[in-house]
């Protein structure tokens, strides 16, 4: 169960830099579905609102590319930079391309971060923008989410304080194709990612290599 306590220090966990995509369709069986429609399989059971406090329907989350990181409002130190870090890496992509992606910023500290907790939290770092939602569920998801996208180290205590730093990116047929190191951000790079991951045929093709 998730500690709550977010005064430990922020520990940026995420190792390596990209990681094939064999191994990563590999790391759930949840992420290998083949199907070009669906809302990536790792939100399965997982019902989420956004920093207007609105349901948010699969509507906006299937058949897109998705980039998500994990975050909670009361980190002085990683999350912040992160987030003003993945503003630079929207604001390089093409116009078009922006309207099509969705950024996901999922607290992991549902119970202090409420709507109006994370649209504070937007605001503050150039991320109140159509197309980037803050996202929080209940505690119980939030854990299981956690478990599936691997975002907390074996030897260490799943607590908001300890999560990873990684970038996950979802094709539009909800497979996670990419996971990117977080801390610090490479803007250009995960731009180029983006834009590839985009133009991905919907079979499911590999990236190129950069």
Not at 3 to 23: D, E, Q, V, Y
Not at 53 to 80: H, K, Y
Not at 102 to 126: C, E, M, Q, Y
Request: glycine residues 6%; positive net charge; contains cysteine.
């Amino acid at each position: 169960m998730f500690s709550l306590t977010s005064n430990l220090k922020h520990r940026a966990s995420a190792r390596g830099t990209l990681l094939s995509l064999g191994l990563l369709l590999a790391l759930s069986p949840a992420c290998r579905d083949q199907r070009t429609d669906r809302v990536p399989a790792v939100f399965a059971g997982v019902s989420f609102t956004n920093q207007d406090g609105a349901a948010v329907g699969s509507d906006e989350l299937a058949a897109r590319v998705l980039i998500v990181n994990l975050m909670f409002t009361s980190c002085g130190s990683v999350c912040p930079r992160q987030t003003r870090e993945l503003a630079e890496v929207r604001a390089s992509l093409p116009k078009a391309l922006k309207e099509r992606v969705r950024f996901l910023s999922i607290t992991v500290d549902p119970d202090n971060d409420d709507s109006s907790a994370l649209k504070r939290f937007a605001r503050a770092h150039g991320a109140e923008q159509d197309g980037w939602l803050f996202l929080r569920s209940d505690a119980k998801a939030t854990e299981l989410l956690g478990s599936r996208l691997a975002a907390f180290a074996p030897d260490v205590e799943p607590t908001p304080a300890t999560h990873g730093t990684t970038i996950y990116l979802f094709d539009r047929g909800g497979r996670l194709v990419q996971r990117y190191r977080g801390a610090p951000i490479d803007v250009a790079h995960l731009a180029r990612e983006i834009l590839s991951i985009d133009q991905l045929k919907p079979s499911g093709a590999r990236l190129a290599s950069n």
